[in-house]
């Protein structure tokens, strides 16, 4: 059992800057990839970001990559993301979740735990 509490977001303008927390507790947090998904009102839920349990291996959508950067510490169990360069395209609700695996995919099937979500909103 993992548990998944996420943190950090808010309102920004465009050009601006957000860091999202995910803090979780339960199962050994070094021994599963974790990933980073939104979604948009009428939109499916989507893959952001992802990194490999030990933090070594980092994944994105093309669309955040170069603005936005996955981090991990593994000693606080916690999974972060940076966020610059904010757009109003990525206004959502945030999502931290933990892998099946020790690595992390794209695909949200692959994950067996969530977090209830943070609002993200860029003003334009």
Not at 13 to 33: E, M, V
Request: net charge positive.
């Amino acid at each position: 059992q993992v548990h998944l509490v996420e943190s950090g977001g808010g309102l920004v303008q465009a050009g601006g800057s957000l860091r999202l927390s995910c803090a979780a507790s339960g199962r050994t947090f070094s021994t599963y990839g974790m990933g980073w998904f939104r979604q948009a009102p009428g939109k499916e839920r989507e893959f952001v970001a992802g990194i490999r349990s030990d933090g070594i291996r980092e994944y994105y959508t093309d669309s955040v990559k170069g603005r936005f950067s996955i981090s991990r510490d593994n000693a606080k169990n916690t999974v972060l993301l940076q966020m610059n360069s904010l757009k109003p395209e990525d206004t959502a609700v945030y999502y931290c979740a933990a892998s099946k695996y020790y690595y992390a995919t794209p695909k949200s099937i692959d994950y067996n735990y969530w977090g209830q979500g943070t609002q993200v909103t860029v003003s334009s």
